[in-house]
């Protein structure tokens, strides 16, 4: 079943979710998506790599929302026998707290375009031989407390290793697509080690030179405070001997807490950021480092509808395997391209009255807005001033679509989810909102290319990167977005959308102003000179989806990272 795969030297990618088709609960939010996205274009290309995952059973989370507008949180169980195949001919153990842990594995193909196949391990413990709290390690996506947190990461980095070498995978090197599976360098430690004559008998120096020559690392975090961080009591209780000792990962990963991504920086040859801005924000953070820049993308053939796909195949022929030839998307007429974007439209608003009930107007500007639902990403931004924004809208009627989800131990996110339910009642006799509950990628696709504008108002420089507006782009939507992450690089003010701020840090009141004055006079105007916007729109396909893809950021590590 695998000798196709090992016969070949892979690159190894090593990511906690990876997000492998809409109805396989294995990713959360944006890091999953990028993930399978890469290793999409991988497959496209023919790039020879595997993917190497957990295999989430519970899923992360279905939402619910109630009358009063808070989340509610259901089981998004599913079964991996119906999508991927089960690998029979290997098992591994890793040491936990004392217990061997067993690990299995199962085998997801994601299949390119162009004939490549991508294989994806999905790493599980439950199996019998293991205790019913082992059996539970690989269940819940970034559930439950720190402890099982930490025991995740053995399993995905320790056992991920040693998972490969047991299916005999030849592997060149292993990307780390953040820090959670930092700890398959320290495995990789193990294995590369030199003796000394001055040495003890049996005493081992790691060569770090050689793991890092293995290793590349991809930050997506950009403050302090978002990085997996694990008291070195933990790590001593659950890790025990299956570590290098704690003074030698000390010095490699902090002497305060086991912190992954510096332990991911140490033991890294090749360090990127996910933007242009995220990788100058990284090396301030990390002065001691050279951090590249590496700008993400989303897959082409993914996040295009079809009526955008059929219109690309009339027009630019080759555009799944080169997206850079969508410059030529001036070759559609005004008519075809509108007509296109019209019928996307009228999908998506059928959806919304299927689910909501509510009858929204095809004719008015629909903005869209769905991300995950935490505090710096500020989705209530546009309801700061309830009197402003009603006014505007009596002078040029638009509409609202919201969607995400908060993660179940963000407090704050489900209270921002709850206020932007009070500002929908406040709002429903001025403007016609709307929020989606059960936000995931089948959704995404339909709102990315069914509203007309695409909104982002994140608190700079939060955001690493983002990848919605790129898949907006894709099927013509401009954003209106903060000036930060990969729209610092995408936006081309009036051509591919608009700036909100001038790319001051953590500006509330002026983002606040800047928001209301680009919707009052500058987007809603456009709208109804029909012949503009579809020029905006060809702008936002050849000037943004054109690059903004992981066919070129996929090429960029093959040739900057993955062939060092």
């Not at 993930?35 to 020879?48: E, F, K, M, Q």
């Not at 031989?129 to 720190?146: M, Q, S, V, W």
Request: hydrophobic letters at 40%.
């Amino acid at each position: 079943m695998l000798h196709e795969f090992t016969r070949t030297p892979r690159v190894a990618y090593f990511s906690m979710e990876i997000a492998l088709a809409p109805n396989i609960p294995t990713y959360a939010g944006g890091l999953g998506v990028l993930a399978g996205d890469t290793l999409r274009s991988a497959a496209d290309i023919g790039l020879h790599m595997v993917g190497v995952t957990l295999v989430s059973r519970a899923g992360y989370f279905d939402q619910k929302i109630d009358a009063y507008g808070r989340q509610i949180e259901l089981p998004q169980m599913w079964d991996p026998e119906k999508s991927a195949q089960p690998i029979v001919c290997a098992k591994v153990s890793v040491n936990i707290e004392n217990r061997v842990v067993w690990v299995g594995a199962w085998l997801y193909r994601i299949e390119g375009l162009g004939g490549g196949i991508v294989p994806v391990i999905l790493l599980d413990t439950d199996l019998p031989e293991n205790t019913p709290e082992d059996r539970e390690i690989t269940h819940f996506l970034y559930g439950k407390d720190a402890a099982y947190r930490f025991k995740q990461e053995m399993i995905l980095g320790i056992g991920g290793i040693r998972m490969l070498q047991a299916l005999d995978f030849s592997i060149t090197k292993h990307h780390m697509n953040e820090g959670h599976s930092a700890l398959l360098a320290v495995e990789l430690l193990h294995r590369y080690t030199y003796q000394q004559r001055d040495l003890r008998p049996g005493e081992a120096l790691y060569d770090l030179p050689a793991v890092r020559k293995k290793c590349i690392f991809t930050t997506h975090t950009p403050v302090e405070a978002g990085q997996d961080k694990f008291d070195y009591s933990i790590v001593d209780r659950i890790a025990q001997n299956e570590f290098i000792d704690l003074q030698h990962l000390r010095k490699l990963a902090g002497e305060d807490c086991l912190n992954m991504t510096r332990l991911a920086l140490n033991l890294s040859e090749y360090v990127n950021g996910v933007a242009k801005c995220h990788a100058e924000v990284s090396q301030k953070m990390f002065q001691t480092y050279v951090v590249h820049a590496i700008t993400n993308g989303v897959h082409p053939h993914t996040w295009t509808n079809a009526g955008f796909a059929a219109l690309y195949d009339k027009y630019v022929q080759g555009w799944r395997h080169e997206p850079e030839q969508l410059v030529r998307i001036d070759q559609a007429s005004e008519e075809e391209l509108w007509d296109t974007h019209y019928n996307s439209k009228i999908k998506l608003l059928d959806i919304v009255h299927q689910s909501t009930g509510k009858q929204l107007d095809l004719d008015l500007p629909t903005i869209g807005f769905a991300r995950r639902m935490t505090s710096y990403k500020r989705p209530d931004l546009i309801f700061s001033d309830m009197e402003r924004l009603k006014n505007i809208a009596k002078k040029y009627p638009f509409q609202l679509i919201l969607a995400g989800k908060a993660h179940p131990s963000d407090t704050r996110g489900k209270e921002i989810i709850e206020s932007i339910h009070a500002h929908i009642h406040e709002l429903s006799e001025d403007i016609k909102v709307v929020y989606l509950s059960g936000y995931d990628m089948s959704m995404s696709l339909e709102l990315v290319s069914g509203v007309d504008v695409w909104l982002n108002t994140p608190l700079r420089p939060l955001e690493a990167s983002g990848t919605s507006g790129m898949k907006a782009a894709f099927n013509g939507v401009p954003s209106l977005s903060v000036l930060d992450g990969w729209w610092i690089e995408g936006c081309i003010e009036g051509v591919t959308g608009w700036a909100v701020g001038n790319g001051d840090v953590g500006n509330d009141q002026g983002d606040i102003n800047d928001l209301y004055n680009k919707l009052e006079n500058s987007v809603l105007p456009l709208y109804n000179k029909r012949k503009e916007w579809v020029n905006l729109m060809k702008g936002v396909i050849s000037k943004n989806a054109s690059i903004f893809n992981t066919h070129r950021m996929i090429r960029r590590y093959a040739t900057e990272a993955y062939m060092l």
